[in-house]
């Protein structure tokens, strides 16, 4: 079993900036990616960026895209996304999730494992 704990939500004005952390705990700790999704209300959780966990390489949603980044902290089990130039439109519960086993895409909700709690962004216009 894993355990993810996200933190840093919070009500941020348009342009403004957050920074996410979620970390893991739980059983012998070996992601292959861990991950970022949103939902807002009313709408599909959908994929915002991804980290492979020993590998650099990292994938964001195109609406992020030369706004948000992810980095990771493997020491600490501890995946971050830094939020900047926010949008009213990014208002939505941020999900952390870990995918233990290989996986080409990153985009595909089903595929991972564990998920965290939520944390809410809301941006005011």
């Known amino acids: 079993q894993v355990q993810l704990v996200e933190s840093g939500g919070g009500l941020v004005q348009a342009g403004g900036s957050l920074r996410l952390s979620c970390t893991a705990s739980?059983?012998?700790?070996?992601?292959?990616?861990m991950a970022w999704f949103r939902q807002a209300p009313g709408k599909e959780r959908e994929f915002v960026a991804g980290i492979r966990w020993t590998v650099s390489s990292t994938r964001y949603a195109e609406s992020v895209k030369g706004r948000f980044s992810i980095s990771r902290d493997n020491a600490n089990n501890t995946v971050y996304l830094e939020m900047n130039y926010l949008k009213p439109e990014d208002t939505a519960m941020y999900y952390c999730?870990?995918?233990?086993?290989?996986?080409?895409?990153?985009?595909?909700?089903?595929?991972?494992?564990?998920w965290g709690q939520g944390t809410q962004v809301t941006v005011s216009a």
């Open positions: 999730a870990v995918r233990l086993s290989y996986a080409s895409e990153y985009e595909n909700r089903d595929e991972y494992d564990y």
């Open positions: 739980g059983r012998t700790f070996r992601a292959h990616i």
